[in-house]
């Protein structure tokens, strides 16, 4: 079936350093993509998020690149800190106006070295 | 912060029992989807409730049944609990593409 999936489970970087986190997924109708934070107990948080018309946004430290022909999809994170240790989720919406119905990936570990 | 508030935080129940988990929406969200998130996983969604009616579903059994009040409120309710149904359930409230997160309810089923 459809999924999102993100290629490494763990990612371990050097306080400073930027970060770069990949998802690819296969629902090539797919209309709108989230970047979710989630910290140990803690709910998702929203980041970024980029509809399927652009290929790049951009935010405070953080930028999502979208690669439609190959359906793959990346968060760089600047100067990163050790407060951006948690699990990263790359999610999709079907369809723009389907109202957050969301298809979330496995997660990928940040882990930030001082 | 994100104003979606839920409730318990924590709760273990006995395998074959029934539990129902709440949720405040974000001020003027007047959708609410309900995710199941086992350790380790992303959240699957299980169903969302648009103006107090159902408005999609996941890949859940019956036994997973919903309600949203005029306020947008909402309400999860799983009967005949089973061990696989142990997870942490977020809530999520939205007034359009943008779904934000409560801290969710970790249910433990023994």
């Known amino acids: 079936g459809e999924s999102v999936g993100l290629h490494l489970p763990t990612l371990s970087v050097q306080e400073g350093d930027n970060s770069i986190i990949n998802c690819a997924y296969s629902?090539?109708?797919?209309?709108?993509f989230i970047w979710y934070k989630q910290e140990s107990g803690k709910g998702p948080q929203f980041i970024i998020d980029?509809?399927?018309?652009?290929d790049k946004r951009q935010g405070q430290r953080v930028t999502v690149l979208l690669n439609k022909t190959v359906k793959h999809l990346s968060l760089q994170i600047a100067a990163t800190q050790p407060g951006d240790s948690a699990v990263y989720f790359c999610?999709?919406?079907?369809?723009?106006?389907?109202?957050?119905?969301?298809?979330f990936g496995k997660g990928i570990t940040l882990s930030v070295r001082p | 912060e994100t104003g979606v508030t839920q409730s318990p935080t924590h709760l273990i129940k006995t395998r074959g029992q029934q539990v129902t988990l709440r949720c405040s929406s974000q001020?003027?969200?007047?959708?609410v989807s309900w995710y199941q998130q086992a350790l380790g996983q992303g959240p699957q969604f299980i169903f969302q409730?648009?103006?107090?009616?159902?408005?999609g579903r996941g890949n859940f059994p019956p036994r997973f049944s919903g309600l949203q009040f005029p306020n947008y409120s909402s309400e999860l309710n799983v009967n005949a609990l089973e061990l696989d149904d142990s997870a942490l359930y977020l809530c999520?409230?939205?007034?359009?593409?943008?779904?934000?997160f409560g801290q969710g309810t970790r249910l433990t089923v023994v």
């Open positions: 999520a409230s939205s007034l359009g593409q943008s779904a934000f």
């Open positions: 629902n090539s109708a797919s209309d709108y």
């Open positions: 980029i509809r399927s018309n652009m």
């Open positions: 999610a999709e919406n079907p369809a723009w106006g389907a109202n957050s119905k969301l298809t």
């Open positions: 001020s003027g969200h007047n959708t």
């Open positions: 409730y648009y103006r107090e009616e159902e408005n």
